[in-house]
């Protein structure tokens, strides 16, 4: 699975969009795109996925650049309620196993 | 539609000892994968299993094994407990019907080796 980056930690003002980068420069052609979050003592939850082109259901949106080695995951209009680990995951096309990083802390400012 | 549950949800045992944890999956869901969380770390994959056979297995020593059973619920089990296996366990269940899926977790076992 190729390996995620992520920035560990951001802020967002409540009522903003939150804007959360992923870089995955080694992503290979059938590796998708998800994204999880992981709100603090809970099993983490499913946000979103994809395979090249954007993405967008009740949650979030997601955007894949071109090149696919960079992703975009957008909260259009972020709660305090949003406040968590979000994890960027390559998976492999047929292959349910999650790569989990350490991903990056949103914090939700009121 | 009760979800992925797990049991217990705190557990508190001696190095050496042996551990049983237990997970049913989300109605529909055939395959169950477990995880182990540290404290500040993302969860760790351990393995999968599909059919009642471990399909895929992550970087854990043989002391970790697991069973599942023909209604697709599942057990973790950890024999010779070290401090280090003190974490948070993660059961996940997902359908193996599609092509790529999202899992869906359960709250996790609070396991603590003293």
């Known amino acids: 699975d190729a390996k995620t980056t992520q920035p560990p930690s951001m802020d967002c003002a409540e009522g903003r969009a939150a804007n959360l980068p992923c870089n995955h420069s080694?992503?290979?052609?059938?590796?998708?795109v998800y994204w999880y979050r992981q709100i603090h003592s809970q099993g983490p939850q499913y946000i979103i996925h994809g395979l090249k082109n954007n993405e967008t259901n009740e949650m979030a949106s997601l955007i894949i650049t071109e090149d696919r080695k960079s992703s975009t995951l957008i909260l259009p209009h972020a709660t305090l309620r949003d406040t968590a680990v979000y994890y960027c995951?390559?998976?492999?096309?047929?292959?349910?196993?999650?790569?989990f990083g350490t991903g990056t802390r949103l914090t939700i400012i009121p | 539609d009760a979800g992925v549950t797990q049991s217990p949800t705190h557990l508190i045992k001696t190095r050496g000892q042996q551990v049983t944890l237990r997970c049913s999956p989300k109605s529909g869901h055939d395959t169950v994968s477990w995880y182990q969380q540290a404290l500040g770390q993302g969860p760790q994959f351990i393995f999968q299993y599909y059919e009642e056979e471990e399909r895929q297995r992550g970087n854990f020593p043989d002391r970790f094994s697991g069973h599942q059973f023909p209604n697709y619920s599942s057990e973790l089990n950890v024999n010779a407990l070290l401090l280090g296996d003190s974490a948070l366990y993660l059961c996940?269940?997902?359908?193996?019907?599609?092509?790529?899926?999202?899992?869906?977790f359960g709250q996790g076992t609070r396991l603590t080796v003293v």
């Open positions: 995951i390559a998976v492999n096309f047929g292959n349910e196993k999650l790569t």
């Open positions: 080694t992503i290979s052609g059938n590796e998708y």
């Open positions: 996940a269940s997902s359908s193996d019907r599609g092509l790529t899926t999202e899992a869906f």
